[in-house]
């Protein structure tokens, strides 16, 4: 019959090593969990860094388009068939960004961002049909709109597409209402000034 004391060294020490091969595993599935859920919110943090830049270059470029219409529209330019080329560029670009977006974004933004770029095209083309130039020899001596095409449709859709897009990027208001950065608001019985 074995040695009662040599019995609990063998118990103890075999208690022991379970017990710490235990703290181990318990450990390692710890950080195995930890590390898992961290590349998920890097994932996310990363779809949002990407939405959030598609979603700025199709406001850029639609808000390019429709400044370069405007100054078209004011009146005769010697550069015109320039001008011509650089509103047909923003509208392309509008087109691109947005599908950028489409193929990102959820729903509401996608199609938010597909119906700006309609928009946009339409905007462009109205205003390409609307100039007339005149060449003398193949050389454009300049052009001129005969009327300024009505923007308000394209001012509509970029609204309505940064609004989608606040709203999932930023977890914005969710109201039509955009809020004023300079705001007052109370909390906690004293007043603070907002920043956007």
Not at 3 to 22: E, H, K, M, R
Not at 27 to 54: H, N
Not at 99 to 122: D, F, K, N, W
């Amino acid at each position: 019959m074995p040695d009662p004391s040599v019995v609990t060294t063998v118990i103890s020490t075999v208690g022991t090593l379970l017990g710490a091969l235990g703290g181990v595993a318990l450990t390692q599935g710890t950080s195995a969990r930890r590390e898992r859920r961290q590349a998920e919110r890097d994932r996310r943090d990363r779809r949002c860094d990407e939405l959030q830049r598609a979603c700025a270059n199709l406001s850029e470029s639609a808000a390019q388009l429709k400044m370069t219409i405007e100054i078209a529209a004011q009146r005769h330019w010697r550069d015109m068939d320039v001008r011509l080329g650089a509103v047909q560029e923003h509208a392309t670009a509008t087109g691109l960004h947005a599908a950028q977006v489409s193929l990102t974004a959820p729903e509401e933004v996608a199609s938010a961002a597909l119906a700006l770029a309609e928009s946009a095209g339409r905007s462009a083309a109205t205003a390409v049909k609307s100039i007339d130039l005149a060449f003398q020899d193949d050389i454009c001596l300049g052009g001129q709109m005969r009327s300024a095409p009505d923007l308000r449709d394209l001012d509509a859709r970029l609204a309505a597409f940064q609004l989608a897009a606040r709203r999932e990027v930023t977890g914005g208001p969710e109201t039509g209402n955009t809020p004023d950065p300079g705001a007052e608001r109370r909390r906690g019985g004293e007043v603070t000034r907002r920043v956007e």
